[in-house]
């Protein structure tokens, strides 16, 4: 009901009952002699009865809802049959007013009402109770013409109350409306499915997964032709072209769930034939003996991401092999190499081994065994290389452990053997005194460390084993001298000069 239909509700009202009381009969002729008092109260009526039927109207006009014209009373008093004395009093004009009033007060809530559903175009979603209402509204048209305004604003009241519930079951409507619509896209009803998410987004433009359902259903007979096709070209074993195909169709849809999950399976294969080619790489590369490049493309199958146990027990598989391979070619160098008594080369050799696998046994106790001769023969090179420490009691001492713990190996091998017999020469021989001539000026006082003072002398001789000695000479005012020497080996000096030559002047200059 729109407001041009109250206007012609208004214009339909018999405006003449308002004056009735006024033009139900003839008016009388006045004398004119009657008193002044006469036509005063006469003149306060009339005016009274025009405030009722102009002025009140006026004051209803606030609402905005169109009024009647009043007509003049001389238009409608022929129309009038009732008797004078039957007319209305101002104060029932006034009532019928306030009821004529409150008629117009709810009818403008059912207008209000009427147009946002009609905004809402409540006739695509609820047209049955919003017909419904509007037949309630017209009831009360129909009484609202006859002045009949209490009955008319019950009607106006029925018909605002069913708008106002079709109204609040928007949320409802709208549910219902977007459960339809994705019912339709599931199965693949483009049309319905775009009807039914148009509708919901009229009741709220605002709803994103309207939105996006409205979207998907614009779509939907395209992304169906490309999954179509993505199946026969996966079926044709063209997985790159039905890959691109699915691509397309998530495109156009990111929602669609058959896209995705297809999708994902032909990526899988893809992955699937790219790790039995990468697979089959490899074991080529095994069978051309070939394990390091072997196991780079097992590794390259792992980081696939597809089958990664299978393609990590290949890896396993190699290095094990490859492994023993190592071993095997460590194991033949450590052989040499202890034949050879090239000790140190073969814990070397040891410790590669037990880096591929520290649990082997042999390598173990094979290491342990070669260290030891290995440190047993930097002692000897070390002895022999340096006999004349051997002047010193505690490097003696210690050299003499070292040759018995030689001789005590079975099975020692050419080289120890020979060490050890050198060694044992150097020994003895380093117990053998020899003659030194010391020669000095009498004025110096010698000494020789680790022998002792010898004091002052021109010529002297000591009896010394051989060895390093140091003779240290020291006179007043004169620098302190030092004489290095070593006594056998073939190195003994036909005689050591000690004596202090070089002053030492005082500060002062004296």
């Given at each position: ?100 009033r409150e008629a117009q007060e709810v009818l403008a809530e059912l207008l209000e009402i ?252 094979g290491r342990d065994y070669a260290a030891k001769r290995a440190q047993l023969n930097r002692l000897l090179v070390e002895a022999i290389n340096n006999p004349e420490r051997f002047a ?119």
């Amino acid at each position: 009901m729109s407001e041009n239909d109250v206007e012609k509700l208004d214009s339909a009202e018999p405006s003449a009952n308002a004056n009735s009381i006024y033009t139900s009969s003839p008016a009388p002729q006045v004398n004119s002699k009657s008193s002044t008092w006469r036509w005063i109260g006469l003149g306060s009526l009339v005016l009274l009865s025009l405030m009722v039927i102009f002025v009140l109207p006026n004051i209803v006009s606030e609402y905005e809802l169109p009024l009647e014209r009043r007509v003049d009373v001389t238009q409608t008093a022929s129309s009038v049959s009732a008797p004078a004395e039957t007319a209305i009093s101002p104060f029932e004009e006034a009532q019928r007013a306030n009821q004529r009033r409150e008629a117009q007060e709810v009818l403008a809530e059912l207008l209000e009402i009427q147009a946002e559903l009609e905004a809402l175009e409540v006739e695509q979603w609820g047209q049955e109770s919003h017909e419904a209402a509007l037949a309630r509204a017209s009831i009360g048209d129909e009484y609202y013409r006859t002045q009949e305004f209490e009955i008319a604003t019950s009607s106006y009241a029925e018909a605002r109350d069913q708008l106002g519930e079709l109204r609040q079951s928007i949320p409802t409507v709208f549910a219902r409306l977007l459960e339809e619509a994705q019912n339709a896209l599931d199965a693949g009803d483009a049309e319905t499915a775009a009807e039914r998410f148009s509708m919901t987004l009229l009741l709220d433009p605002e709803s994103q997964a309207a939105e996006i359902g409205l979207t998907r259903a614009r779509t939907l007979d395209e992304v169906t032709a490309l999954l179509a096709q993505a199946e026969d070209q996966a079926e044709d074993n063209e997985l790159e072209a039905a890959r691109a195909s699915l691509q397309n169709a998530l495109d156009l849809d990111a929602y669609y769930e058959e896209a995705q999950q297809r999708l994902a399976a032909v990526n899988s294969q893809i992955l699937a034939n790219e790790f039995s080619r990468i697979m089959s790489a490899g074991y080529t590369a095994l069978d051309n003996n070939d394990p390091d490049a072997a196991i780079a493309q097992f590794q390259r199958a792992a980081s696939l991401g597809v089958n990664d146990e299978q393609a990590r027990a290949a890896i396993v598989q190699t290095e094990t092999n490859l492994d023993l391979a190592r071993i095997n070619r460590l194991r033949e160098s450590i052989a040499i190499a202890e034949s050879n008594e090239n000790w140190q080369s073969a814990v070397t050799d040891y410790d590669a081994v037990l880096a591929i696998d520290p649990n082997l046994t042999f390598a173990i106790e094979g290491r342990d065994y070669a260290a030891k001769r290995a440190q047993l023969n930097r002692l000897l090179v070390e002895a022999i290389n340096n006999p004349e420490r051997f002047a010193e009691d505690a490097v003696y001492n210690t050299t003499i452990d070292v040759y018995y713990t030689g001789r005590a190996i079975e099975n020692p091998g050419p080289k120890l053997v020979g060490q050890l017999d050198e060694l044992q020469v150097l020994l003895e021989n380093s117990q053998i005194p020899i003659d030194v001539r010391l020669v000095s000026d009498n004025l110096t006082d010698v000494t020789v460390l680790r022998i002792g003072q010898l004091g002052l002398f021109e010529q002297t001789s000591l009896a010394l084993k051989p060895g390093n000695y140091v003779a240290v000479g020291r006179r007043n005012g004169y620098r302190e001298v030092r004489r290095e020497f070593t006594v056998g080996f073939g190195k003994t000096p036909e005689q050591v000069i000690v004596q202090c030559e070089e002053r030492v002047y005082a500060t002062n200059g004296r």
